[in-house]
């Protein structure tokens, strides 16, 4: 079975542009979560979504939006790039949101850098 | 807020059983422990979980204290592939926000 993908692995952007990440989850898998890891702040949820709803967000500026398709693949937005962007962008992926434990399975991540 | 205290680092020579500690509290009763590493550059990998019982899989055991306030992930025989930050994570039942914390940073030395 093939693992969570992420693209693209690694991007350059500028203060000011805007950046789209995709994140194809594991087949089968309905919830997808996105996750900022930098050096200062470690990993930070950014926001979950299932069933193309969001289920849960974190303390993320509206900068950060994302959204889920009708096959669960998912995409995250993030407009006028702050250089405190820069970071480690993981997605992970658990079969479903109700169960009584989840197992997430994360992504390589897309290493995003912010000039 | 964290829920968890783990130690910063911790150094276990290689075969030799890796315990790594974790303090929970304040955790409530339908709240689950949740173990991950992350080695350098690589996604997060779950290790196990549990909720009162302790747990055994093929990668860890976890031990969880009667009163719920702490537990011990051992790796019973540390190999150098083990080295990584690994994550003590307080959570609900199907709750997939996971607060990471600053975890502990394992080093095996051969």
């Known amino acids: 079975k093939a693992g969570v993908t992420q693209t693209p692995r690694y991007l350059i952007k500028t203060r000011g542009q805007q950046v789209t990440l995709s994140c194809s989850p594991i087949?089968?898998?309905?919830?997808v979560s996105w996750y900022q890891q930098t050096p200062g702040q470690g990993l930070q949820f950014l926001f979950e979504?299932?069933?193309?709803?969001?289920?849960n967000k974190g303390n993320f500026p509206g900068r950060f939006s994302g959204r889920q398709f009708s096959n669960s693949r998912s995409e995250m937005n993030v407009s006028t790039l702050e250089l405190g962007d820069s970071a480690l962008y993981l997605c992970?992926?658990?079969?479903?949101?109700?169960?009584?434990?989840?197992?997430?399975?994360f992504g390589p991540g897309t290493r995003l850098t912010v000039l | 807020d964290a829920k968890t205290t783990q130690p910063t680092s911790m150094d276990c020579a290689e075969g030799r059983a890796a315990n790594l500690p974790c303090n929970h509290s304040?955790?409530?009763?339908?709240?689950?422990v949740y173990w991950y590493r992350q080695i350098h550059s690589q996604g997060p990998q779950y290790i196990i979980h549990?909720?009162?019982n302790n747990e055994t899989n093929e990668m860890a055991s976890l031990i969880i204290t009667e009163d719920r306030k702490s537990s011990t992930l051992i790796l019973p025989h540390a190999t150098l592939r083990d080295t990584a930050v690994y994550y003590c994570?307080?959570?609900?039942?199907?709750?997939?926000?996971?607060?990471f914390g600053t975890g502990t940073r394992l080093t095996v030395i051969p």
């Open positions: 992970a992926s658990s079969l479903a949101w109700s169960v009584a434990y989840n197992e997430q399975f």
């Open positions: 087949s089968g898998h309905r919830s």
């Open positions: 979504y299932f069933s193309e709803t969001q289920r």
């Open positions: 304040t955790i409530s009763g339908n709240e689950y």
């Open positions: 549990g909720l009162k």
């Open positions: 994570i307080v959570n609900g039942a199907g709750a997939n926000n996971l607060f």
